[in-house]
């Protein structure tokens, strides 16, 4: 695992100790952290870790990086998953597996960065960031300029303001921005605000809006102003996206503007509002706020569900799904629920 450096954009590349880092060298911590969280690397793998990180300053950097990450989150994760990644540890106590444990890491929310390995970069910028929730969680936070930032279940943004500009990277999950525009130095706030996903940027123009990162597109709704969306392919064009619309992007172009509805933003207000929702919409919209896995059959997917649900107790939800639809709910575990077809009774 040796990095062949070249130069890279500062702006694009992971950080480590307030510093820019290769991505190649992110990507082999990323691999490294994995093997380590995982339990299973032999005496010779580590000694090979080992000799990764003497092999070159930015791999010990980059490692230093990671043990101070989890040294921050040991608190509120089992003690055994930290020694793990210990030089000083003499032996590696077993995990679960290897998504399990990346995701114990990276507080138990990021699913979409830890599905598969191809994410490695995009993983160690969530170890990066700034501001995260857990899965469940929602939080709110007031920005140096006053702007309002609120993430969703199971996100993670980094926050970089300059001179030039005010960007937040959204690299998991979703948030609600309303801008601000506090004075800086006696002058009305000037400098854009961008944020940036993982297929382009949305600039605000004085607004409140959301942007949701799913597995290969954006999605952005604007509840009040405007914005302009800028793929990352400049030959997609910019295209402005005013009050009261929401669409998707990827990299290369735009899908189609349609209307926000009641149910967008309601998880803002902590609720999942469903207005004649398939089944397995909401199973799935229920999915992001619980940890484990959360599914329903193919045989009640279809049914429909409406109602204004309140997300501090998913279990109720569940509990009570049962009273309003011809199912039952089976709980191998908390972490392992099925949503199935009734039991035919005489």
């Not at 990644?85 to 960065?113: I, K, M, N, V």
């Not at 949701?212 to 800028?230: D, K, L, N, T």
């Not at 400049?234 to 619309?245: D, F, I, K, S």
């Not at 933003?265 to 799935?284: E, Y």
Request: glycine share 8%.
């Amino acid at each position: 695992m040796s990095a062949s450096l070249s130069q890279d954009s500062p702006h694009s590349m992971p950080m480590a100790g307030g510093q820019p880092l290769h991505p190649a060298i992110a990507d082999q911590a990323a691999d490294w952290l994995t093997l380590l969280m995982s339990g299973e690397a032999s005496a010779a793998e580590r000694a090979r870790w080992q000799a990764w990180r003497a092999e070159h300053p930015d791999h010990e950097r980059a490692w230093q990086h990671i043990e101070a990450v989890v040294g921050r989150l040991k608190v509120l994760q089992p003690q055994a998953a930290y020694q793990t990644l210990s030089p000083y540890a003499s032996e590696a106590p077993r995990q679960p597996g290897r998504r399990q444990a990346l995701q114990l890491l990276l507080w138990g929310g990021f699913a979409g960065l830890t599905a598969t390995l191809g994410c490695r970069t995009q993983t160690w910028q969530a170890l990066s960031a700034s501001h995260r929730t857990a899965t469940g969680e929602q939080r709110s936070w007031t920005l140096e300029d006053g702007t309002l930032l609120q993430l969703n279940t199971a996100s993670a943004v980094s926050v970089q303001f300059d001179e030039r500009q005010r960007r937040v990277r959204l690299h998991a999950g979703e948030l609600m921005v309303v801008t601000g525009h506090a004075r800086r130095g006696g002058q009305r706030e000037q400098r854009p605000f961008i944020v940036e996903t993982a297929e382009g940027e949305i600039l605000a123009l004085g607004t409140r809006f959301s942007v949701r990162q799913h597995a290969a597109h954006s999605r952005v709704m604007v509840f009040e102003s405007a914005v302009e969306i800028r793929p990352r392919s400049a030959a997609a064009g910019v295209q402005r996206l005013n009050a009261g619309e929401r669409l998707s992007f990827s990299a290369s172009g735009f899908g189609m503007t349609t209307a926000v509805d009641e149910q967008d933003g309601a998880w803002t207000r902590g609720q999942i509002i469903a207005d004649n929702m398939r089944l397995a919409d909401f199973v799935a919209e229920l999915d992001r706020y619980r940890p484990g896995l959360l599914r329903c059959t193919e045989d009640v997917a279809e049914l429909r569900i409406s109602g204004v649900f309140p997300l501090q107790d998913t279990d109720r939800i569940l509990a009570n799904l049962p009273n309003v639809l011809p199912l039952q709910v089976l709980q191998r575990s908390r972490y392992w629920v099925t949503v199935t077809a009734a039991e035919a009774r005489d």
